[in-house]
């Protein structure tokens, strides 16, 4: 017979494993049927669990959502977004660092068309769970502004550029997965998305020179 410490690491070995199921079952579903197939039972069904497991375990779906966007790979981390060095990163000077973040930003998500697909779907179809993924999303790109940004950024009509700036980035993201050009610059290759980032750096220099 397992003794009672034995037990309690069995319980956590599998309340994890099927937290993890359940989270990799909402990117399935996503990826496949978008927040329309997302639902307690589909994702119990998709992940071979009892659905109670989800309300056990996250309290209900949007608490699972929101596990989704903080422990998948939903969003880019902040190593991520410094591209790869926190460090190396706070050390350059402002105008560089904001050049670096928009191409590490834009490397990241090129690399993650569930996310943009996400986002698009956020614009048609806000609800609850969209809401929770838009949540997480905020949350991680303050965080990493506040780390590296806002103490040097204290215009606010700066602030409200670089917004801008970031807003548009995420419009031609959403777009790139519907067509390959607008306003007659390429969307699909890294020759494009260079020439984009190219134009987001003059756009920076006139903000922050």
Not at 17 to 43: D, H, M, W
Not at 140 to 157: A, C, G, K, Q, T
Request: hydrophobic share 45%; charged share 25%; with cysteine.
């Amino acid at each position: 017979m397992l003794c009672g410490m034995a037990k309690n690491e069995v319980k956590i070995r599998d309340k994890m494993i099927t937290s993890r199921r359940l989270i990799a079952a909402v990117g399935s579903l996503l990826a496949r049927e978008g927040f329309k197939g997302v639902g307690v039972n589909a994702v119990a069904r998709e992940a071979g669990v009892d659905k109670k497991l989800i309300y056990r375990y996250f309290g209900g779906l949007p608490g699972l959502i929101g596990a989704f966007g903080k422990e998948g790979d939903f969003w880019p981390s902040l190593l991520e977004l410094a591209g790869g060095d926190l460090q190396a990163f706070g050390r350059m000077p402002l105008e560089d660092r904001l050049s670096a973040f928009s191409r590490n930003f834009i490397a990241a998500l090129r690399r993650r068309p569930l996310t943009v697909a996400i986002m698009a779907w956020e614009v048609v179809e806000a609800n609850e769970l969209t809401r929770e993924l838009e949540a997480v999303r905020e949350e991680r790109i303050m965080d990493f502004f506040r780390m590296f940004f806002v103490s040097e950024l204290p215009d606010e009509d700066r602030q409200a550029g670089i917004m801008i700036v970031g807003a548009g980035v995420n419009y031609l993201l959403i777009r790139s997965g519907h067509i390959d050009i607008y306003g007659g610059i390429g969307l699909v290759t890294d020759d494009d998305w260079d020439r984009i980032a190219a134009g987001i750096d003059r756009l920076i220099e006139g903000l922050i020179g």
